[in-house]
C-alpha cells in the first residue's frame, strides 16, 4: 500500500514540477508570471489526445504534435504580446503580466469553442498494461510518465549547465543588460526562453491526460494554479526548486487521499506549503531578498 502511493505520488509530482517548470523558466528570464502557461499546457494535451486517441497515431507522434503547436504558441506568444511591451518606455511592470492574463482568456474561449467544456477520454493503448514489481502493482503508463519526467528534467538540467545556450540562458536570467553587454543575444535567448518553456508545457499536457484518463477546457486553469504555487514554494525562479516543489506536492496529495479523506486534498497540500512558506517565506531554494542577485 504504502509503496504502491509512493509510486503514485512521484508520478503525480514528476508531472507537477515539468508544468512549473514552464513557469520558472519564464520568470527567471522575464521576471513575469506567464498566466497563458496553464492554457498553452492545456492545447497541448488537447492535441495528444487528438493525434493519440482520434487519430490512432503512436505516442510519440502526440507528444512531437503537442511540442510543435504548444512551441508555436510560445513564440507568438513571445513575438505578439510580450515584446512589443518589453523596455517600453512608460510601460508599467504590470504590463506584460496583464498581457498574459489576456491570452490566457483568449485561448480558454478558443478551446471552448473548439472543444466544448465537457470531459473528453484521453485513451492510451497501454492503459491497463500493469505488472507485478516486488509485490507492488505497477502500471506501464505510471513507468511511462515517470521515465519521460525524469528524461524531460535531467536534460534540462544539463542544458543549463552544460551547454553554451544553456549558459546564455543563465547569464540572461541573471542580468540582462550585463549579458547583453557580453554579447549575449538577449531577444534570441528570451524567444528561446519562451519556447522551451512553452513545449514543456505541450508534454506536460500528454503526460496529465495519460495520467487521468481525460482532459477539459479546465485544467489549464487548476493545473496553472498549482504550478504557480510550485514555484513559490520552491523558489521563485528556481529550477531545482520546481522539481522539489512539484515532487513534494504530488507526494502530498497522494498520500492525504489515500490516508485522509480525498475531499482536503488540495487544501491540506496547500496547507502544507504555506506553512513552508512561513518558515522560509523565500521558498526551499530561494534566495532572501538581501541575497538576491536581482
Not at 513507468?143 to 536534460?155: E, F, R, T
Not at 553587454?181 to 506536460?204: E, F, P, Q
Request: charged fraction near 10%; avoid cysteine; hydrophobic fraction near 55%.
Amino acid at each position: 500500500m504504502f509503496l504502491e502511493q509512493l509510486i503514485n505520488g512521484v508520478t503525480l509530482g514528476s508531472i507537477y514540477a515539468i508544468v512549473a517548470l514552464g513557469y520558472t523558466l519564464v520568470f527567471g528570464v522575464l521576471d513575469i508570471i506567464n498566466m497563458a502557461h496553464g492554457e498553452i499546457f492545456m492545447f497541448g494535451a488537447f492535441v495528444g489526445m487528438l493525434i493519440l486517441s482520434k487519430a490512432g497515431a503512436p505516442l510519440p507522434v502526440a507528444f512531437l504534435g503537442a511540442i510543435v503547436v504548444a512551441s508555436a504558441m510560445g513564440l507568438l506568444l513571445e513575438r505578439l504580446a510580450l515584446r512589443p511591451l518589453r523596455g517600453r518606455p512608460g510601460a508599467s511592470h504590470l504590463a506584460s503580466l496583464i498581457s498574459t492574463i489576456g491570452v490566457s482568456i483568449l485561448l480558454e474561449n478558443v478551446a471552448h469553442k473548439i472543444f466544448g467544456s465537457g470531459n473528453h477520454l484521453f485513451e492510451t493503448p497501454f492503459a491497463e498494461i500493469s505488472f507485478q514489481l516486488g509485490g507492488v502493482t505497477v502500471y506501464l503508463v505510471q513507468g511511462v510518465i515517470l521515465l519521460i519526467s525524469l528524461l524531460l528534467m535531467a536534460g534540462l538540467a544539463l542544458w543549463l549547465s552544460r551547454t553554451r545556450s544553456g549558459k546564455a540562458l543563465r547569464a540572461t536570467a541573471e542580468d540582462l543588460e550585463t549579458a547583453g553587454l557580453l554579447g549575449v543575444d538577449t531577444n534570441r535567448m528570451i524567444t528561446v526562453t519562451v519556447v522551451i518553456a512553452s513545449a514543456m508545457g505541450g508534454v506536460a499536457g500528454v503526460l496529465v491526460g495519460m495520467a487521468f484518463s481525460y482532459i477539459n477546457n479546465q485544467i489549464g486553469l487548476s493545473m496553472g494554479l498549482k504550478g504557480l504555487a510550485i514555484i513559490i514554494f520552491g523558489g521563485m525562479g528556481s529550477v531545482y526548486g520546481a522539481m522539489a516543489g512539484g515532487l513534494i506536492l504530488g507526494l502530498s496529495e497522494t498520500f492525504v487521499v489515500a490516508y485522509g479523506s480525498s475531499g482536503y486534498r488540495d487544501a491540506i497540500a496547500f496547507v502544507a506549503i504555506i506553512v513552508v512558506l512561513l518558515i522560509k517565506p523565500q521558498g526551499l531554494f530561494g534566495q532572501a531578498p538581501a541575497e538576491a542577485k536581482r
